[in-house]
């Protein structure tokens, strides 16, 4: 699986837009200008992207409250999410969702989730409907390594690996559920292992290596597009803001993070890409001001938009509207 | 020469219809095929769920359309829900409704909020169908009328048949619905026979119906108290009281209409509902009487519902649990006074 430059840079463009897009949320959050309750995703962009870059329309991903990465990664547009944060009627969900429910069923996007685990199961339902329409299509799971010591894991993985459905399991471990180090609360170091009990592949990925993630993605979506089953993929990662914007940071520290950040993904891969020669700091430069630009211009046209109508909290409760 | 068929077996004929009529409606659940489709050992179908509801499907629709899951109700409901989500209609089966205990999530923060969470550019068209009410000795954990909880849950519909025929036409037109719909099988009622049409045709959800006219009292009822009522409104006849009993059919759309309708029609209402007392239909449908319909009272709204208690097991506790035609009837000759 080589990519070429085009997709290349096409994958940077990704990373480079997630990563501006959390800083710029980062910057609101910290200026009052945008309010609410949002988990970045910087740091892990090379699973997002890495694992995004083998779908297409007929895949689905469903994803975790630290979804706006795995929403970019898959395509949906950043203007409708912007508009989505301040909470406007041109949001990709109308207003109605906010950080944690932002999707797009027409990119495939079955949306961000407040609970732990959840989407976990709709991947698995998205993955038996693929099966049962036969059309080709596979279902990626997103979530973190303190959703996989839910119940709709287990039950979704087994019932995945039974079905030989066609989905994906990645597992993002970033170290910490909310506030609590892994090692307080999970007994195995590798979540990957937990495949064993259902009797599918345990992959572990390096999360801050993109061509890692997207080689051993890309293997496991074969797989499972074959017919042959489910994978659970373990990406080994980080999350640079902490659980949430504000976040104190109590619970690690200075050094372990800067550790990581040494890892970071987006500029190992343009080290990598430049030295091999396939792309030009030129280009790269280029797609970060466009990137910039293009969340700028987000930012100002969601601070523009108008706000939902307050009749509108009544709408869109059921598909065939009824009272009460 | 009408036919007389068991609500078991007429949710069976519902689901044969349903699965021929749309190839993206999917039945899954614990037993539904119950071990069949194994041809090769010569079992083409087995079980077909806990009460027979399912048998045959297997048969006539395949493995794929028609899936045992594991014990695993979290797992598959999320499943169901995601597969709703993506094109297909799946009708799974939630053994008993007491289970929504270890699956609540799957309904309560996915099926009933998805559309709305996403600016209604989703749809969840979903079938829960689920076991209720008390009846056939199961105890504490077999025998809940929880669809107070669904009831309660914006965005999930619920409905429950008190005969064959309607619960066919009910279970087609929940199917059939964009929207994810809670189908109540009161078990008490499930072998027990009534007419059912032949062929292919609903019921529509959010229609009350009335089960008897009568001008003197309306007893409010569904699922297995529609005949407890039925009961209570014929031994009232006898002593000269004429009762009017509305088979609300679906608690979730409601028929206000056709609630306010028999209040302004008898000015006295008796709702008797299966579930304990507390936060359920028959304090809702009360208030609703109290509300909307105050100018049209003509005395308190009474209920007759189960004690603040679980089910119990031992068939004289069970039989004191459950309401009864004569607490009904002694209900009503007391507001009639």
Redesign the interface.
């Known amino acids: 699986m080589t990519l070429s430059t085009e997709q290349l840079m096409d994958c940077y463009r990704r990373m480079r837009r997630i990563r501006t897009f959390e800083e710029k949320l980062a910057e609101l959050v910290g200026s009052g200008r945008l309010a609410g309750f949002l988990h970045l995703y910087a740091g892990e962009e090379a699973v997002a992207v890495g694992v995004c870059e083998h779908l297409g329309g007929r895949d689905y991903v469903a994803s975790t409250h630290r979804g706006h990465g795995h929403a970019i990664a898959k395509g949906v547009d950043v203007a409708g999410m912007m508009a989505e944060l301040f909470g406007r009627a041109t949001g990709t969900c109308k207003g109605k969702g906010g950080s944690m429910h932002i999707a797009d069923l027409d990119k495939g996007m079955l949306g961000a989730n407040g609970i732990v685990g959840a989407g976990i199961p709709l991947a698995t339902g998205a993955a038996l409907s693929a099966q049962v329409r036969k059309t080709g299509g596979v279902a990626v799971a997103f979530f973190g390594d303190g959703a996989s010591n839910q119940g709709q894991f287990h039950e979704a993985l087994n019932l995945a690996a039974v079905w030989k459905l066609p989905a994906l399991f990645v597992v993002e471990n970033n170290g910490y559920g909310e506030a609590t180090p892994m090692e307080f609360v999970t007994p195995v170091r590798d979540i990957a292992v937990r495949a064993t009990s259902y009797g599918i592949p345990g992959v572990i990925a390096d999360g801050m290596d993109f061509f890692d993630v997207y080689a051993k993605a890309g293997e496991a979506i074969d797989r499972a597009r074959r017919g042959d089953g489910p994978t659970l993929l373990e990406c080994k990662t980080y999350r640079y803001f902490g659980h949430y914007v504000g976040d104190p940071l109590t619970y690690r520290t200075k050094e372990e993070a800067e550790a990581w950040r040494e890892k970071d993904a987006i500029r190992h891969f343009e080290e990598r890409t430049v030295r091999d020669g396939v792309m030009e700091p030129g280009n790269l430069r280029r797609i970060d001001a466009e990137v910039a630009a293009e969340v700028e211009a987000a930012v100002t046209a969601a601070e523009q938009a108008p706000l939902p109508s307050a009749e509108s909290v009544l709408t869109d409760v059921y598909a065939s509207e009824t009272r009460r | 020469m009408s036919r007389q068929l068991p609500m078991v077996a007429a949710i069976n004929e519902a689901l044969h219809v349903a699965l021929a009529s749309d190839p993206?409606v999917?039945v899954l659940g614990e037993d539904v095929a119950g071990g069949g489709g194994r041809q090769d050992q010569g079992i083409e179908e087995a079980w077909g769920g806990i009460m027979g509801a399912t048998k045959g499907l297997i048969k006539a629709f395949g493995a794929?359309?028609v899936?045992d899951?594991?014990i695993?109700e979290?797992?598959?409901?999320?499943?169901?829900?995601?597969?709703?989500?993506?094109?297909?209609r799946?009708v799974a089966e939630l053994m008993f409704i007491d289970f929504i205990g270890?699956s609540l999530?799957?309904l309560l923060?996915?099926a009933a909020k998805?559309?709305?969470?996403?600016?209604?550019?989703?749809?969840v068209?979903l079938t829960v169908r689920t076991s209720t009410g008390a009846g056939l000795r199961s105890a504490a954990q077999h025998s809940q009328s929880l669809y107070n909880i669904t009831t309660s849950i914006?965005?999930l519909?619920t409905v429950i048949p008190s005969n064959p025929a309607d619960a066919k036409g009910l279970l087609l037109a929940a199917i059939r619905?964009?929207?994810p719909v809670v189908f109540c099988e009161p078990k008490s009622l499930m072998f027990k026979k009534g007419e059912v049409p032949e062929g292919d045709y609903m019921v529509p959800l959010?229609k009350a119906a009335l089960a008897r006219e009568g001008g003197d009292v309306s007893l409010v009822a569904f699922g297995a108290m529609v005949d407890v009522a039925l009961a209570a409104a014929a031994a009232l006849a006898e002593e000269g009281v004429s009762a009017e009993v509305l088979d609300l059919r679906s608690l979730?759309?409601?028929d206000?209409a056709a609630i306010l309708a028999t209040l302004a029609k008898t000015g006295k209402v008796v709702v008797v509902d299966e579930a304990p007392p507390r936060c359920g239909i028959a304090s809702d449908v009360a208030a609703l009487c109290v509300d909307a319909g105050f100018d049209s009272l003509n005395g308190p709204v009474r209920r007759v519902t189960a004690p603040h208690t679980p089910v119990p097991f031992s068939a004289v506790l069970e039989d004191a649990y459950r309401p009864t035609a004569a607490r009904v009837a002694e209900t009503v000759r007391g507001m009639l006074g």
């Open positions: 993206t999917i794929e359309r899936r899951t594991p695993s979290m797992g598959f409901l999320g499943a169901a829900v995601g597969a709703a989500l993506t094109g297909l799946p270890v999530d799957p923060n996915q998805l559309r709305y969470m996403f600016g209604g550019k989703a749809k068209p914006p965005g519909k619905d964009d929207d959010g979730q759309p409601l206000e």
